[in-house]
């Protein structure tokens, strides 16, 4: 079954930098696109990063300039580095896969499956 499993969140003081990674499994990778999401608490879960499998990307308003979102094919990978991490960026955070056609949409609904996620906290 599809499995995807996020790692490199962690604790970090602000102006630093994470990469996240999500490695996915039991489906053909090219064949869906990608995304990166976050929550926070009492927040709704919002979208950051999407790609498609030909690597077109969009971002969300709140992280362009500061986070990249890139993928390697061959390892069944996606990756989002995130550079200039300010405390707003705390949150947990989901990589999400999707099939059909690529729009370029952050909205969870346009997703099908889901890691589990991973934490990202930074202080000031």
């Known amino acids: 079954q599809v499995q995807l499993v996020e790692s490199g969140g962690g604790s970090v003081q602000a102006g630093g930098s994470l990469r996240l990674s999500c490695a996915a499994s039991?489906?053909?990778?090219?064949?869906?696109?990608m995304g990166w999401f976050r929550q926070a608490p009492g927040k709704e879960r919002e979208g950051v990063a999407t790609?498609?499998?030909?690597?077109?990307?969009t971002y969300a308003d709140s992280v362009k300039g500061r986070f990249t979102i890139s993928q390697d094919n061959a390892k069944n990978t996606l990756y989002l580095q995130m550079n200039s991490l300010k405390p707003e960026d705390t949150a947990m955070y989901y990589c999400a896969a999707g099939y059909g056609l690529w729009v370029g949409s952050l909205a969870p609904n346009d997703y099908n499956y889901w890691g589990q996620g991973t934490q990202v906290t930074v202080s000031s």
């Open positions: 039991g489906y053909t990778y090219r064949s869906y696109y």
């Open positions: 790609i498609d499998s030909s690597g077109s990307t």
